[in-house]
């Protein structure tokens, strides 16, 4: 059974710094393209950032590039995602899931297959 989890969320300050991670078990971690996506209330999931399967092609959505960085740790099987220069329209439940078998990088969430719970991240004014 194919289990994702996310944990590192909180609550930071405008401007501050986070980093959330993403662990998996039930597959081989190095095989897989992974990616974030978020939701806010009210408002649709969104893609954040992935990364292929080899780890040499990542993603970012136009609203985190230059401030969020995505890495992939095979041998600790951890996703990452560091989150700087936080802004209050970051605050959401923050999602890792995995994509496909030697996939690409991919912002389309048709892409993925296995979603974790997520975490929450709140961003103050």
């Known amino acids: 059974q194919v289990q994702v989890a996310e944990s590192g969320g909180g609550l930071v300050q405008t401007g501050g710094s986070l980093i959330i991670s993403c662990t998996t078990s039930?597959?081989?971690?190095?095989?897989?393209?992974m990616g974030w996506f978020r939701q806010a209330p009210g408002k649709e999931r969104e893609a954040v950032s992935s990364i292929g399967w080899s780890g040499h092609t990542k993603l970012y959505s136009d609203s985190v590039k230059g401030r969020f960085t995505l890495s992939r740790h095979n041998a600790e099987k951890i996703l990452y995602l560091h989150m700087k220069d936080l802004k209050p329209e970051d605050t959401a439940i923050y999602y890792c899931a995995i994509g496909k078998i030697y996939g690409p990088a991919s912002l389309d969430r048709r892409h993925f297959d296995y979603w974790g719970r997520g975490t929450q991240v709140n961003v103050s004014a």
């Open positions: 039930g597959l081989t971690f190095d095989d897989f393209s």
